[in-house]
């Protein structure tokens, strides 16, 4: 009984495991997608502080709402150059390709 179950679920996963590849693209997108998205809010966040009384503060300010015009208008290009690459599904690897690619607009 056991080794008919594992031999069924075996077979069930190899029939599902094209599919999930076919798929996996949108899904991709979509995380890409997402963290961009939050990116974005969390630059605007920032640029709240442009009017704070530090100039520390204000400079934060100013870089985020550069960077988060910067996001705005290249999403869909940072988006298609992370898919070709291959950039997993993780935040924090997202973050930093999204920072080296405004890094490397500004110089």
Request: glycine share 4%; proline share 1%.
């Amino acid at each position: 009984m056991k080794r008919t179950t594992l031999v069924i679920l075996l077979a069930v996963g190899m029939m599902l495991l094209p599919m999930s590849l076919a798929f996996g693209g949108s899904a991709q997108d979509a995380y890409y997608r997402e963290c961009v998205d939050k990116r974005i809010a969390n630059c605007n966040r920032k640029a709240n502080l442009a009017h704070s009384v530090g100039c520390h503060l204000r400079e934060c300010a100013r870089k985020a709402q550069e960077e988060a015009a910067y996001l705005k208008a290249n999403r869909e290009r940072l988006i298609r150059e992370m898919k070709a690459d291959n950039v997993e599904t993780v935040e924090y690897k997202v973050n930093y390709r999204l920072i080296r690619a405004f890094v490397a607009s500004r110089q």
